[in-house]
Protein backbone atom coordinates (compact mmCIF):
# COMPACT_ATOMS: atom_id res chain seq x y z
CA UNK A 1 0.00 0.00 0.00
CA UNK A 2 1.25 3.44 -0.69
CA UNK A 3 0.38 6.70 1.11
CA UNK A 4 0.20 9.95 -0.24
CA UNK A 5 0.31 13.28 1.63
CA UNK A 6 0.55 16.83 -0.36
CA UNK A 7 1.82 20.17 0.90
CA UNK A 8 2.62 23.72 0.26
CA UNK A 9 -0.89 25.01 -0.91
CA UNK A 10 -2.15 28.64 0.40
CA UNK A 11 -3.14 32.07 -1.37
CA UNK A 12 -1.03 33.81 -3.86
CA UNK A 13 -1.41 36.51 -6.36
CA UNK A 14 -1.47 36.50 -9.92
CA UNK A 15 2.13 35.89 -11.22
CA UNK A 16 3.15 34.51 -7.97
CA UNK A 17 4.73 31.14 -7.38
CA UNK A 18 4.07 27.86 -4.53
CA UNK A 19 5.74 24.73 -4.10
CA UNK A 20 3.91 21.66 -3.80
CA UNK A 21 5.00 18.60 -2.08
CA UNK A 22 3.88 15.31 -1.64
CA UNK A 23 5.18 12.62 0.47
CA UNK A 24 5.40 9.10 -0.48
CA UNK A 25 4.99 6.71 2.20
CA UNK A 26 4.91 2.75 2.46
CA UNK A 27 5.46 0.38 -0.67
CA UNK A 28 7.03 2.00 -3.27
CA UNK A 29 8.07 0.61 -6.34
CA UNK A 30 10.47 2.14 -9.31
CA UNK A 31 7.67 1.74 -12.00
CA UNK A 32 5.70 3.86 -10.23
CA UNK A 33 4.49 6.96 -12.41
CA UNK A 34 3.88 9.94 -9.67
CA UNK A 35 1.38 12.54 -10.92
CA UNK A 36 -0.18 15.72 -9.85
CA UNK A 37 -3.48 16.14 -11.06
CA UNK A 38 -5.78 19.54 -10.21
CA UNK A 39 -9.74 20.04 -9.72
CA UNK A 40 -11.60 23.39 -9.82
CA UNK A 41 -15.29 23.92 -8.12
CA UNK A 42 -17.80 22.41 -10.93
CA UNK A 43 -15.36 21.03 -12.80
CA UNK A 44 -13.96 17.68 -13.58
CA UNK A 45 -10.45 16.69 -12.20
CA UNK A 46 -8.04 16.71 -14.91
CA UNK A 47 -3.93 16.21 -15.71
CA UNK A 48 -1.25 18.48 -14.61
CA UNK A 49 1.86 16.62 -14.77
CA UNK A 50 3.57 13.46 -14.34
CA UNK A 51 6.88 12.02 -13.65
CA UNK A 52 8.45 8.62 -13.73
CA UNK A 53 9.87 7.89 -10.41
CA UNK A 54 12.70 5.32 -11.89
CA UNK A 55 14.46 7.50 -14.82
CA UNK A 56 12.59 11.30 -14.35
CA UNK A 57 10.84 11.53 -17.61
CA UNK A 58 8.29 14.12 -17.42
CA UNK A 59 4.20 14.94 -18.90
CA UNK A 60 2.59 18.14 -18.43
CA UNK A 61 -0.86 19.54 -19.92
CA UNK A 62 -0.52 22.12 -22.20
CA UNK A 63 -1.51 24.53 -19.97
CA UNK A 64 1.13 24.36 -17.51
CA UNK A 65 3.86 23.97 -19.63
CA UNK A 66 6.77 26.54 -18.87
CA UNK A 67 5.05 27.60 -15.81
CA UNK A 68 4.92 24.16 -13.78
CA UNK A 69 7.54 21.84 -12.99
CA UNK A 70 7.18 17.88 -11.79
CA UNK A 71 10.49 17.12 -9.77
CA UNK A 72 11.33 14.16 -7.15
CA UNK A 73 13.66 13.67 -4.17
CA UNK A 74 14.78 10.03 -4.27
CA UNK A 75 16.29 10.55 -0.78
CA UNK A 76 13.26 12.27 0.73
CA UNK A 77 10.93 9.92 -1.58
CA UNK A 78 8.75 13.36 -2.52
CA UNK A 79 7.01 14.55 -5.53
CA UNK A 80 7.15 18.32 -6.29
CA UNK A 81 5.77 20.91 -8.12
CA UNK A 82 7.31 24.14 -8.27
CA UNK A 83 4.78 26.27 -9.50
CA UNK A 84 5.30 29.74 -11.38
CA UNK A 85 3.68 33.11 -12.88
CA UNK A 86 0.46 31.86 -11.70
CA UNK A 87 -2.81 32.47 -13.00
CA UNK A 88 -6.60 32.60 -11.63
CA UNK A 89 -7.49 29.65 -13.56
CA UNK A 90 -4.75 27.72 -12.01
CA UNK A 91 -7.11 27.65 -8.79
CA UNK A 92 -8.06 24.43 -7.34
CA UNK A 93 -7.45 21.86 -5.17
CA UNK A 94 -4.28 19.94 -6.15
CA UNK A 95 -4.11 16.01 -6.07
CA UNK A 96 -0.77 13.90 -5.62
CA UNK A 97 -1.25 10.10 -7.62
CA UNK A 98 0.40 7.22 -8.47
CA UNK A 99 0.40 4.84 -10.76
CA UNK A 100 1.92 1.34 -10.37
CA UNK A 101 3.46 1.22 -14.18
CA UNK A 102 6.00 2.06 -15.89
CA UNK A 103 3.91 3.46 -18.93
CA UNK A 104 2.03 7.35 -18.57
CA UNK A 105 -1.29 8.07 -18.43
CA UNK A 106 -3.16 11.31 -18.06
CA UNK A 107 -6.67 9.57 -17.05
CA UNK A 108 -7.72 10.10 -13.64
CA UNK A 109 -8.82 6.08 -13.21
CA UNK A 110 -4.80 5.26 -14.05
CA UNK A 111 -4.16 6.07 -10.89
CA UNK A 112 -4.77 3.68 -7.77
CA UNK A 113 -3.28 5.98 -5.25
CA UNK A 114 -4.37 9.37 -4.31
CA UNK A 115 -3.59 11.83 -1.34
CA UNK A 116 -6.24 14.23 0.33
CA UNK A 117 -5.14 16.99 -1.79
CA UNK A 118 -4.14 20.67 -1.04
CA UNK A 119 -6.00 24.10 -2.30
CA UNK A 120 -4.18 26.57 -4.19
CA UNK A 121 -5.82 29.87 -4.45
CA UNK A 122 -4.67 32.62 -6.95
CA UNK A 123 -5.85 35.93 -6.51
CA UNK A 124 -6.42 38.37 -9.39
Known amino acids: QVQLAESGGGLVQTGGSLRLSCAVSGRTFSPYVMGWFRQAPGKEREFVAA????????RYADSVKGRLTISRDNAKNTVNLQMNSLKPEDTAVYYC?????????????????WGQGTQVTVSS
Open 97 to 113: AARNNYYFRLEVDEYGY
Open 51 to 58: IRWSDGNT
